[in-house]
Every structure is written in structure tokens, then in C-alpha cells.
């Protein structure tokens, strides 16, 4: 892969409760791409200084930094408008990506996810924007590109197209102050008065991307997280997915219920496993402090 191709940032987003998440996910990754020589940069706004300090010490090439200010104050108006978002407001924090360094792309990727095979290939797509199709997409629906409402027919020919945002590819085209401002835009109030999903910051890039997004195969974001809710399609084996997404409220990190009743899913089951060797691994391995 060619440095004009290839990522130059890895980024993601993280608090307190997802650090051993952030940690499984980075280390994996470098593990499995071993072509990436890039930053890693952590988005937070409540991690200690010895938490930071863990994180610079196992990822040297690693960064960690709150918000612009700028996404700061669009976060916090809009939370204030719509208090039913004040729960999930960190999922924003992912807007912060699209800046105005149009150095080299930026590979975003959730906490919760697991790589176990190379991603490389993700670099040579022709849009200015790479992801995986949501659920919606996956099981034959789309989405109403204002509201984003799902529904019950498959996705007409006006170019729309509903993405998860767990792992993006981002090329500089689209880190402009442009795009940015398009992307705060998009976080006022009034303009999400219409917003009938129950997504946040996949809103905001689904309706400022969804023209522009190329979607890739859904081994690049295998979910596991929707249990049953994708059974009867084709769909990538956990064992071929090169990325494995655990969205939804069942971390593998957490010793809840929530996991507990996802493990009846096989699926489930087996990239639970997946991961927890990946953390085993990471623990053989990590310096000490």
C-alpha cells in the first residue's frame, strides 16, 4: 500500500468504562496490520491522567485529547434541546475525526470492536467515504434519508445509502473546514427535529454521507451484537469476518446479564471468545508500568 493510499490516523473514541475495550481494539489492530506506521488518536473527555498515561505507554504512537471546542459547544446545545441524547452524548465525539488536516485519511474505528484479519485492502475504495451498511441495509430495508426512519422497501435508485458508522475509512477530501462545519451544522436542534431513529452521531454521517459513502463488504464490521435480528441473510461466518463489531449493550469486558443472555447466540458466543484471547494476548504482552 502506498503512503498517498493508506491511513495515516487510526482513530476512536473512548471513556473510564470502555478503556480495556479502546485497548483490545488498538492492539488487535496494529496485530493484524502490521502495514500501518500512522497516530492513533483517542478522543475522551473523562479519563484520568494515569489512564492516558497507560494508553501512551502501551501505544507510544498513541495520543489522547477531549473535543474541539467548537464540537464542544454543538454537543452541549443539542443536549440541551433533546435531554434524551445526554446518555449517549460521547457518541459524538467521533465528529471530531473531520478536521481541517486533510493530511492523509483517517481510519475511524468504535471501541467495541476486534480485528483478526487485515483491513488493508479498505484503502483502495474510490469514495471519498468507506463503511459497512446498517442494519436497515443488510436485511433489505432503507431509510428515509431526513429521518431516517426504516422502511419496509429496499433502497431506491436516489443514491442514498444507510451505513453503521463502527468503522469508517475517511480520505482528506472530506477533512476540510467544509465538511466540518456541514457535520456541526447537522447537530443543531432544529435540524434534528425530524430525526426518528434512535441513532446519534450515525444520524449526523448517514445524512451528510449517505450520497457519498461506498459500502464494503460486512466483513470489514461483522455486528454480533444484533443476536438474531440478522439470521436468515448471507452474511460473513465470525470465523471469515476480518472486523468484529460488538455493538449493542453487550460488552465483553463487562461481566453483566446483558452478555450473559447474548451468549445463547452462537455467533455471539464464538467472537466472544475471539475476544477475550485477543485480551489474553494483550496482557502476555503489555510492559508493565
Known amino acids: 500500500m502506498t503512503n498517498k493510499l493508506k491511513p495515516q490516523v487510526l482513530a476512536t473514541v473512548t471513556s473510564a468504562d470502555f478503556l480495556i475495550g479502546t485497548q483490545v481494539m488498538i492492539d488487535s489492530f496494529l496485530c493484524h496490520n502490521r502495514w500501518f506506521d500512522g497516530r492513533i488518536v483517542i478522543i475522551h473527555d ?13 501505544f507510544p504512537q498513541s495520543e489522547c485529547r477531549n473535543p474541539a471546542p467548537d464540537l464542544w459547544h454543538c454537543i452541549a446545545d443539542l443536549i440541551e434541546h433533546r435531554p434524551k441524547l445526554s446518555s449517549r452524548y460521547r457518541r459524538f465525539f467521533s465528529l471530531d475525526i473531520f478536521d481541517d488536516d ?19 485492502p479498505i484503502a483502495n475504495v474510490s469514495a471519498p467515504i468507506a463503511a ?21 422497501q429496499p433502497a431506491g ?25 456541514c457535520l ?41 451484537g444484533h443476536g438474531g435480528r440478522l439470521s436468515g441473510i448471507e452474511y460473513p461466518s465470525v470465523a471469515s469476518a476480518r472486523a468484529l463489531h460488538f455493538n449493542g449493550k453487550a460488552k465483553p ?7 450473559r443472555k447474548m451468549t445463547q447466540h452462537p455467533d455471539y458466543a464464538a467472537a466472544l ?7 489474553r494476548r494483550l496482557l502476555d504482552r503489555a510492559p508493565s508500568t
Not at 451544522?185 to 446519534?200: E, F, I, M, Q, R
Not at 469486558?253 to 452478555?259: F, Q
Request: aromatic share 8%.
Open 46 to 58: 473523562d479519563l484520568s491522567p494515569a489512564d492516558q498515561a497507560v494508553l501512551r505507554h502501551r
Open 132 to 152: 459497512c451498511a446498517d442494519r436497515a441495509m443488510l436485511v433489505g430495508n432503507s431509510r428515509d434519508r431526513k429521518t431516517l426512519e426504516e422502511l419496509t
Open 184 to 224: 456541526l451544522g447537522s447537530l443543531a436542534p432544529k435540524a434534528w427535529d425530524n430525526v426518528v431513529s434512535d441513532h446519534t452521531d450515525q444520524a449526523v454521517l448517514n445524512r451528510c454521507f449517505g450520497d457519498l459513502v461506498e459500502l464494503i463488504s460486512p466483513a470489514y464490521n461483522r455486528m454480533v
Open 253 to 259: 469486558w463487562r461481566m453483566t446479564d446483558d452478555v
Open 273 to 279: 471468545k475471539l475476544w477475550h484471547a485477543a485480551y
Open 102 to 120: 486533510g493530511n492523509g485519511g483517517v481510519l475511524f474505528a468504535d471501541s467495541d470492536m476486534l480485528f483478526s484479519k487485515s483491513i488493508e
Open 157 to 181: 435508485t436516489d443514491g442514498f445509502q444507510s451505513f453503521n458508522a463502527g468503522l469508517m475509512f475517511i480520505k482528506p477530501e472530506l477533512r476540510t473546514r467544509e465538511t466540518r462545519q
